[in-house]
């Protein structure tokens, strides 16, 4: 790999970014066309139901697309879908060379968009920043390879590992910067879960709080549903809001909710795992734990998480009956600790992110 093809392909991932949170159950894929070492052409997948990236950069460069080189982060896709094959449009403008950054995962295509290419004459290169191709989309990769959306648990706790004082108070743990970043965070993800409690005790936004940033969807898992009923998460103006409980709860409420354009579905189990199978139905790629320490145990040992994201407060609390932010998990020796992977952290203002992987597979309902 030279330092041109990286930079190039840096540039793919900068503007796949661009659809962050919007391309659901698609990737997020960036392409560029360069002509004599020029860029000519870029574009990137708004999302579903929208031509691919490749699409976008062939139709910028138009004609000086013959004999140019492509670079695009993800194998161009070489079946018909919402959009027909990138592969055939590549062919018909006549580059002479494709810069793939990644392997596509979806056995749909997985290696057939290569050797359609190959097979046109065209010179195919794969694997350029391969590893940060593949983070951008880990979870259309996880959603593509588990069937499954890509969980992410988040929470803000003390220095001394509380997510509320012994009274349940919780405002606010982390600074401002901190609260920003999770902000993002949200419009970045399709789906945020809260369990009863949280409703309950916190009456939380679960918003991206930005004018222009989309929201996830605010899902409440609730086997009482005995529920205020008034709660921000009930103002669908704001974003909408998805109530997963069991089958017959609190008629009255259900219909004060759809009253409020709250959608109350009943489930006939209400775990992590059947409320993640729904939402992989509604097309998900990733969906985000902000929930208390009993639900976060479940949902950890149902194997419904892959990501933890920790922000960590220089705060001490103390308080025996304080809530930490993952509940029981039927542990008693310490070699049975859930050890992270590809562990990294950073400060943000005066607190902390450390963010990790669980093992994979982790799974011990
Ligand atoms: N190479 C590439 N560029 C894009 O811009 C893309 N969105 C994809 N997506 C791949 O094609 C599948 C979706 O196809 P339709 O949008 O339904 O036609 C998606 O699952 C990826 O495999 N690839
Ligand atoms: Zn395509």
Same mark, same amino acid.
């Given at each position: +790999?030279?330092? /041109? ?37 870029? #574009? ?13 950069? *062939? ?12 670079? %695009? ?14 592969? &055939?449009?590549?062919?018909?403008? #006549?580059?002479?060379?494709? !810069? ?7 056995? *749909? !295509?997985? =290696?057939? =968009?290569? @050797? ?9 290169? !794969?694997?350029? &920043? @391969? ?18 959306? /890509? ?16 009274? #349940? ?12 970043? %999770? ?42 549903? @005995? ?33 409020? =354009?709250?959608? %109350? ?26 929930? #208390?320490? !009993? *639900? ?8 419904? %998480?892959?990501?933890?994201?920790? /922000? ?41 992110? +450390? ?8 799974? /011990?309902?």
């Amino acid at each position: +790999m030279n330092d /041109f093809d990286s930079s190039m392909m840096r540039r793919c991932l900068d503007l796949a970014r661009k659809a962050l949170g919007k391309t659901a159950p698609n990737p997020m894929v960036g392409a560029v066309v360069v002509q004599n070492g020029q860029i000519v052409g870029q #574009g990137y997948h708004p999302g579903a139901g929208q031509p691919h990236a490749e699409v976008f950069a *062939l139709r910028e460069a138009d004609h000086l697309a013959r004999g140019a080189t492509i670079y %695009v982060s993800l194998e161009p896709c070489n079946h018909y879908g919402r959009t027909p094959p990138c592969t &055939e449009a590549l062919i018909g403008a #006549g580059v002479a060379k494709v !810069v793939v950054g990644m392997v596509d995962p979806n056995p *749909l !295509v997985s =290696g057939k =968009g290569i @050797e359609r290419l190959r097979e046109a004459g065209i010179e195919v290169v !794969v694997g350029v &920043e @391969e590893e940060a191709c593949r983070q951008l989309n880990e979870a259309f990769v996880h959603r593509i390879l588990y069937k499954r959306p /890509f969980g992410i648990l988040k929470y803000a706790m003390t220095l001394d590992g509380k997510i509320a004082t012994s009274s #349940g108070h919780s405002s606010w743990i982390t600074d401002l910067a901190a609260r920003g970043v %999770v902000h993002q965070l949200r419009a970045a993800c399709d789906a945020v879960i809260v369990g009863g409690n949280t409703v309950r005790l916190d009456n939380p936004h679960l918003t991206s709080h930005q004018v222009e940033a989309r929201n996830p969807l605010r899902v409440v898992m609730t086997r009482s549903l @005995e529920l205020p009923d008034n709660a921000y998460l009930w103002e669908t103006e704001a974003a909408a809001t998805l109530v997963l409980t069991q089958v017959g709860a609190n008629p009255d409420l259900q219909k004060l909710l759809l009253r409020k =354009g709250v959608n %109350v579905v009943e489930l006939d189990s209400l775990t992590p795992t059947r409320v993640m199978s729904y939402l992989y139905d509604l097309g998900f790629l990733s969906v985000l734990w902000e929930c #208390g320490g !009993v *639900l976060a145990a479940k949902a950890i040992a149902e194997g419904t %998480v892959q990501k933890v994201m920790a /922000f960590i407060a220089p705060k001490i609390i103390g308080g025996d009956g304080a809530p930490s932010p993952v509940g029981n998990l039927g542990f008693q020796k310490m070699t049975q600790a859930l050890t992270l992977e590809r562990v990294s952290w950073r400060t943000i203002g005066p607190d902390c992110l +450390m963010e990790g992987y669980l093992p994979s597979g982790t799974n /011990f309902r």
